[in-house]
């Protein structure tokens, strides 16, 4: 397709005239039209034009004077638009569509948001709770920016020269001013420089808090809500003057119960601030559903460039027909994800490096995704869409996990009573997947958890199933492709010791797992290179413990334990809701030989009891618990559709 022509607009065009200006909506649509085909002098002529329809050509960018001042209505799907800065050349603009643009990410939308006042829908649905997040964030910004303006001015000399200080004044807010998840850093930078460049114009003397215009109130009216938060536990007769998109628990700290530091040794109970409850999995977005019953959650891996130190604080959910991705910081649903019929039962992050079709290399971040239907999801976070299906199993996945050493490689485990290894490869040029099957492992029982061997993870795997723990040689340079149970490790004598379920399985260092479920109200932990070379050529080996962790005494099953290796932490959810917390380095640095009697937990951190539907959750099972790498973080999920948020002090 050539440069556009005033025939073909109106040939295109509607209604029907021949003459540009009383255009009112133009197709222009799969026409294959490059960014540069789009003639400002042209389209400017278009004067009365409300609706333009861009989709399903090669644009990358949009000219910025174009010159539509009167465009209501703007459809960019399935482009490659890198950059959305553009659209505030169209002041009027109240829909807007740019779904399978993959370079966009959620940052931009949330700069479309920003420089649109007047939106009120993005890809078919309503806006009204992206604005809200966009006045959060711009306003804690700008505190932060003010605040360092302050700290950076008391620092200069008298005689530093007012210009060049003021040059270095944005240079350093850029740099130094962080908030929210790093997912949206390429947001949260720009308005940084945009505010600090404010602040540098005025003297320091006006900053706006937020240079959006109030909406109207149809624009702002939640029709679907991204999450419902559950309202804070507080006494019945103080009001909650809380949005219903953002209620944060306003108790001091968690109610725990533990030891403090003691003569003994004993390690103090940790301090963890009770921050966010939210009903983000609700069926039909209903504030009623508190059945959801949500099973996994996984922290995306820290990364920022040119910053070392980034915390991990962007959590991925997944229950009932949804996966969520929430930043912990600010309780932002960041993503939401459902799959009409699914229930999902697990997710696993990865990163990829991506060359996109203009050259750049890009870091993907993608979750992987799995259920009851026997399928993965491969979804770009970032961009909001899911890039892939891998149709691995023909039962419900019951739990996934990727390589911690080759990010392609993703195992999944199976009703079906299969463990496939996957190499899901790089996405393609039109950023889809193309999976592949590595390796299949058969097992006995249904397997439930999935763990790398830490020391050796292109080695062996472990897994805890229904009927036990057992261990798989994985070694890619075996000619076998389909492959048994290598060993299954028990943990007590006699002829009991062997079937018994294992639904908690993490390596807490390089050597110790915790286990548990083959001991009612106990976790195990156990040293794997110590029971791996006591194997000899034996098919059954018992495992070499090293403690016992106390734990509930329930006999309920399916509680899943985690660990925080930098931290030497367990974790371990119960039928109570409240949570387990064990100093396993603490007790492993115990002098041998370590006391029979299993160990008393570090602390129990209480359910909090939030209100929900005006009634307090007295009661909840929590039924996965994972903490980020630093401890920062504490994530809880609940069978009454609760995710629960925590942070460490």
């Given at each position: 397709?050539?440069?556009?022509s005033a025939r073909l607009l109106m040939e295109r065009g509607r209604p029907k005239t021949d003459r540009l200006g009383r255009i009112?909506?133009?197709?222009?649509?799969?026409?294959?039209?490059?960014?540069?085909?789009?003639?400002?002098?042209?389209?400017?002529?278009?004067?009365?034009?409300?609706?333009?329809?861009?989709?399903?050509?090669?644009?990358?960018?949009?000219?910025?004077?174009?010159?539509?001042?009167?465009?209501?209505?703007?459809?960019?799907?399935?482009?490659?638009?890198?950059?959305?800065?553009?659209?505030?050349?169209?002041?009027?603009?109240?829909?807007?569509?740019?779904?399978?643009?993959?370079?966009?990410?959620?940052?931009?939308?949330?700069?479309?948001?920003?420089?649109?006042?007047?939106?009120?829908?993005?890809?078919?649905?309503?806006?009204?709770?992206?604005?809200?997040?966009?006045?959060?964030?711009?306003?804690?910004?700008?505190?932060?920016?003010?605040?360092?303006?302050?700290?950076?001015?008391?620092?200069?000399?008298?005689?530093?020269?007012?210009?060049?200080?003021?040059?270095?004044?944005?240079?350093?807010?850029?740099?130094?001013?962080?908030?929210?998840?790093?997912?949206?850093?390429?947001?949260?930078?720009?308005?940084?420089?945009?505010?600090?460049?404010?602040?540098?114009?005025?003297?320091?003397?006006?900053?706006?808090?937020?240079?959006?215009?109030?909406?109207?109130?149809?624009?702002?009216?939640?029709?679907?809500?991204?999450?419902?938060?559950?309202?804070?536990?507080?006494?019945?007769?103080?009001?909650?003057?809380?949005?219903?998109?953002?209620?944060?628990?306003?108790?001091?700290?968690?109610?725990?119960?533990?030891?403090?530091?003691?003569?003994?040794?004993?390690?103090?109970?940790?301090?963890?601030?009770?921050?966010?409850?939210?009903?983000?999995?609700?069926?039909?977005?209903?504030?009623?559903?508190?059945?959801?019953?949500?099973?996994?959650?996984?922290?995306?891996?820290?990364?920022?460039?040119?910053?070392?130190?980034a915390i991990s604080q962007s959590v991925a959910t997944c229950g009932g027909e949804a996966v969520c991705v929430i930043d912990c910081?600010?309780?932002?649903?960041?993503?939401?994800?459902?799959?009409?019929?699914?229930?999902?039962?697990?997710?696993?992050?990865?990163?990829?490096?991506?060359?996109?079709?203009?050259?750049?290399?890009?870091?993907?971040?993608?979750?992987?995704?799995?259920?009851?239907?026997?399928?993965?999801?491969?979804?770009?976070?970032?961009?909001?869409?899911?890039?892939?299906?891998?149709?691995?199993?023909?039962?419900?996945?019951?739990?996934?996990?990727?390589?911690?050493?080759?990010?392609?490689?993703?195992?999944?485990?199976?009703?079906?009573?299969?463990?496939?290894?996957?190499?899901?490869?790089?996405?393609?040029?039109?950023?889809?997947?193309?999976?592949?099957?590595?390796?299949?492992?058969?097992?006995?029982?249904?397997?439930?958890?999935?763990?790398?061997?830490?020391?050796?993870?292109?080695?062996?795997?472990?897994?805890?199933?229904?009927?036990?723990?057992?261990?798989?040689?994985?070694?890619?340079?075996?000619?076998?492709?389909?492959?048994?149970?290598?060993?299954?490790?028990?943990?007590?004598?006699?002829?009991?010791?062997?079937?018994?379920?294992?639904?908690?399985?993490?390596?807490?260092?390089?050597?110790?797992?915790?286990?548990?479920?083959?001991?009612?109200?106990?976790?195990?932990?156990?040293?794997?290179?110590?029971?791996?070379?006591?194997?000899?050529?034996?098919?059954?080996?018992?495992?070499?413990?090293?403690?016992?962790?106390?734990?509930?005494?329930?006999?309920?099953?399916?509680?899943?334990?985690?660990?925080?290796?930098?931290?030497?932490?367990?974790?371990?959810?119960?039928?109570?809701?409240?949570?387990?917390?064990?100093?396993?380095?603490?007790?492993?640095?115990?002098?041998?030989?370590?006391?029979?009697?299993?160990?008393?937990?570090?602390?129990?951190?209480?359910?909090?009891?939030?209100?929900?539907?005006?009634?307090?959750?007295?009661?909840?099972?929590?039924?996965?618990?994972?903490?980020?790498?630093?401890?920062?973080?504490?994530?809880?999920?609940?069978?009454?559709?609760?995710?629960?948020?925590?942070?460490?002090?």
């Open positions: 397709m050539g440069p556009l009112r909506s133009l197709d222009l649509s799969g026409l294959k039209l490059l960014s540069e085909h789009l003639d400002p002098k042209l389209l400017s002529r278009l004067t009365q034009l409300q609706e333009l329809d861009l989709s399903n050509n090669q644009l990358e960018m949009l000219p910025a004077n174009l010159g539509l001042s009167h465009l209501r209505i703007l459809r960019c799907a399935n482009n490659q638009l890198g950059d959305v800065t553009a659209l505030c050349q169209f002041p009027q603009l109240e829909e807007l569509s740019l779904e399978g643009n993959p370079l966009l990410t959620v940052s931009d939308n949330l700069k479309a948001s920003f420089l649109l006042p007047k939106l009120r829908k993005v890809n078919g649905k309503d806006a009204s709770s992206t604005s809200s997040q966009v006045e959060n964030l711009n306003r804690e910004l700008t505190s932060r920016v003010t605040a360092h303006w302050e700290k950076f001015m008391a620092s200069l000399s008298p005689e530093e020269e007012a210009e060049k200080a003021q040059a270095d004044f944005v240079r350093s807010a850029v740099r130094d001013v962080r908030y929210g998840p790093e997912s949206l850093s390429e947001f949260t930078q720009w308005r940084v420089r945009m505010i600090s460049e404010e602040l540098v114009a005025s003297g320091g003397t006006q900053v706006h808090e937020a240079d959006i215009p109030e909406k109207s109130s149809k624009a702002t009216a939640v029709q679907e809500p991204r999450a419902r938060r559950v309202a804070s536990k507080r006494p019945d007769d103080v009001p909650l003057n809380l949005s219903p998109n953002k209620r944060v628990c306003t108790s001091p700290l968690a109610q725990v119960e533990g030891r403090s530091m003691g003569s003994d040794g004993s390690q103090p109970a940790l301090e963890l601030e009770p921050l966010y409850f939210l009903q983000c999995h609700s069926k039909n977005n209903s504030p009623q559903d508190l059945k959801t019953q949500l099973w996994a959650c996984a922290f995306e891996p820290a990364w920022e460039e040119g910053h070392t130190e910081q600010t309780g932002i649903v960041l993503h939401k994800y459902k799959a009409p019929g699914e229930e999902f039962f697990s997710v696993a992050w990865t990163a990829l490096m991506v060359v996109t079709q203009a050259g750049h290399k890009k870091r993907w971040s993608v979750l992987a995704a799995a259920g009851l239907r026997g399928q993965v999801r491969l979804l770009h976070v970032r961009a909001g869409f899911c890039c892939g299906i891998i149709r691995a199993h023909k039962k419900a996945i019951a739990t996934l996990c990727f390589s911690p050493t080759h990010e392609t490689h993703l195992f999944t485990a199976s009703y079906d009573k299969r463990i496939i290894l996957w190499d899901i490869g790089v996405p393609k040029e039109d950023y889809t997947f193309q999976a592949s099957q590595l390796l299949t492992l058969d097992t006995t029982s249904t397997p439930l958890r999935l763990s790398p061997v830490a020391s050796c993870p292109d080695a062996y795997l472990l897994a805890g199933c229904e009927g036990g723990c057992c261990c798989w040689d994985v070694r890619l340079d075996q000619p076998q492709k389909r492959r048994v149970c290598e060993a299954e490790f028990v943990f007590s004598k006699g002829s009991e010791a062997r079937g018994q379920r294992v639904d908690g399985l993490a390596f807490v260092n390089e050597d110790v797992v915790a286990s548990k479920g083959n001991d009612l109200g106990t976790i195990c932990l156990w040293s794997w290179s110590q029971t791996w070379v006591s194997r000899g050529r034996q098919s059954t080996v018992a495992v070499v413990v090293l403690a016992r962790l106390q734990w509930s005494p329930t006999e309920l099953a399916y509680f899943s334990l985690s660990t925080c290796p930098e931290e030497g932490i367990v974790l371990c959810g119960d039928e109570e809701g409240n949570v387990w917390i064990y100093d396993v380095k603490h007790i492993l640095a115990q002098q041998p030989p370590l006391p029979a009697t299993p160990q008393a937990p570090t602390q129990i951190l209480k359910w909090p009891q939030p209100r929900a539907l005006s009634q307090p959750v007295t009661k909840t099972m929590v039924n996965t618990v994972v903490a980020n790498p630093t401890f920062t973080y504490l994530t809880a999920l609940t069978d009454s559709n609760i995710v629960a948020i925590w942070k460490r002090h």
